[in-house]
């Protein structure tokens, strides 16, 4: 395929900036002129994905709107009504079908997200605090100055800085950020394993339709999108959820069912995810963390799980087999490619060693970002079938471990074998490791579809 138009597509969609701040601010309208007015003078501030020739910005800035923020905005019925219904109806309306319910429903969610106020999202990511408070009083000066738009709230969130040192992990300990995928078109430094596997066993890009609206995506198809085409042309769509991370229990847990397990507690915090907690892959390592695996781009996350059809290495239920099966459902992959994801986002609060107290109260977790062209196709079917559910690995009702929805009677089971160190193992009475607390569907437009909001342009004939 031809390249891609770099400058008119949002850098946070084809770049994870890899910046270690970020603050995201939750925007209401009240005027549709007067937020038409704030867009069109917010567009001299949005990161395009034009590469950094001179190096990387001190900061980035990026915005996207929920349903309820485009029809704010007065965009035609015929265009409103033309996208896909899942964003109509917003991440709330669909808690039945996510399974966020109980203790995630949204009766249970942060203020912010139950009232349905909030019409765009900006997204700030700087290299230091100074960066970000000075990107962010300048984004409260544009809407000051255009009175285009009130801040209901905002969220701040940073990498996880261990022993001084900012790092890649989240609060459990895992480290994370290994899989994101490649795209066709989207230039990025690429590692083995982070595309679709091809019928030799090489790993290729996946089509440019999964990420961006515009494009051909894996069924050779365009995907569901609004009109006009050039409104949806170089956008995409992202999923924000505040995941909140019971690190006291889930440490509780740890220790109480590895003092059981012959593997020993590493061993076992590896099975519930698949990776150790340094990154290794529990599938080319099974009996101990390896720094060279982790550190050499061409082996990371380059592996597959055919080989292992019982789970003896990584066990069926583990995260990273869940989220991403490879090639654990035969046909060379292909069914899973038309569920891959691209992740963005950050934890929050503050790392806690295992040695300090900790309590469930606290204000930790991640920010989990999605971004897709086909949210219900994409991450809702990963969300309904692969985290809250297991029949796909054969598992039943069983879920994600640690992602799960589990309300207390969850089980997860490590498959084994007679090795001493790598007996079969049941968690039993599972608890909820991570609660949502809120979040919304967004569409992420390209930088023309911005003008064409700025300037009150958008015409569905």
């Known amino acids: 395929m031809s390249k891609l138009n770099e400058t008119d597509i949002q850098g946070f969609v084809l770049r994870g ?12 309208f009240e005027d549709a002129g ?21 190096g990387k910005p001190p900061s980035t800035v990026n915005v996207a709107f929920t349903h309820r923020g485009l029809s704010a905005l007065e965009l035609p019925d015929a265009t409103l009504l033309s996208f896909p219904v899942e964003f109509q109806q917003g991440m709330k309306k ?72 900012s790092t890649t992990k989240e609060h459990f300990g895992y480290t994370d950020g290994f ?38 995506d894996e069924a050779g198809e365009l995907p569901v999108a609004p009109v006009p085409h050039i409104l949806a042309s170089n956008g995409t769509f992202m999923v924000y959820r505040k995941l909140h991370q019971n690190l006291a229990t889930f440490r509780a847990y740890l ?35 390896d720094q060279s695996i982790t550190q050499d781009p061409a082996r990371s996350t380059n592996f597959t799980f055919a080989a292992d059809p019982a789970g003896t ?81 054969r598992l039943g009702n069983e879920k994600d471990m640690l992602m799960g929805n589990h309300t207390g009677h969850g089980r997860f089971f490590v498959q084994g074998d007679t090795t001493p160190t790598n007996p079969p193992f049941v968690c ?7 609660e949502l607390r809120g979040g919304d569907y967004f569409f992420l437009p390209s930088i023309t579809a911005l003008g064409m909001i700025g300037m009150g342009l958008v015409d569905p004939r």
């Open 17 to 28: 900036y890899n910046m270690p701040f970020a603050r995201y601010l939750f925007l209401h």
């Open 34 to 54: 007067r937020a038409a007015t704030f867009i069109h003078r917010l567009m001299r501030e949005v990161t395009t994905g034009q590469r950094w020739d001179a």
């Open 94 to 165: 669909r808690a039945a079908i996510l399974g966020d319910t109980g203790r995630n429903s949204p009766d249970s969610w942060d203020e912010l997200w139950r009232d349905d106020r909030v019409h765009a999202w900006l997204g700030v990511n700087a290299s230091s605090p100074e960066a970000l408070n000075a990107r962010c009083a300048d984004m409260l000066n544009v809407m000051r100055e255009t009175n285009g738009a009130i801040l209901l709230d905002a969220q701040d969130a940073a990498s996880l800085v261990v022993n001084g040192v």
């Open 179 to 216: 899989g994101n995928p490649d795209y066709l078109g989207v230039e990025r430094s690429s590692q083995p394993g982070q595309g679709k596997l091809t019928q030799n066993g090489a790993w290729a890009p996946l089509a440019t339709g999964e990420l961006l609206l515009g494009y051909a």
């Open 255 to 289: 220790d109480e069912h590895a003092a059981l397990y012959a593997g020993g507690k590493e061993k076992l915090a590896a099975k519930f995810i698949g990776r150790w907690r340094d990154g290794t892959p529990i599938e080319l390592s099974p009996d101990t963390q």
């Open 313 to 393: 290495r990584c066990p069926m239920g583990a995260h990273v087999r869940r989220v991403n099966p490879r090639d654990a459902f035969g046909f060379d992959g292909k069914l899973i490619n038309r569920r891959r994801i691209t992740r963005r986002g950050l934890p929050y609060g503050t790392w806690t060693p295992e040695d300090q107290p900790v309590n469930d109260n606290e204000e930790r977790g991640v920010i989990f970002i999605a971004l897709n062209a086909n949210i219900s196709r994409q991450f809702e079917f990963v969300q309904q079938q692969w985290i809250n559910y297991g029949n796909d690995a």
């Open 428 to 434: 039993s009475d599972l608890p909820n490791f991570v």
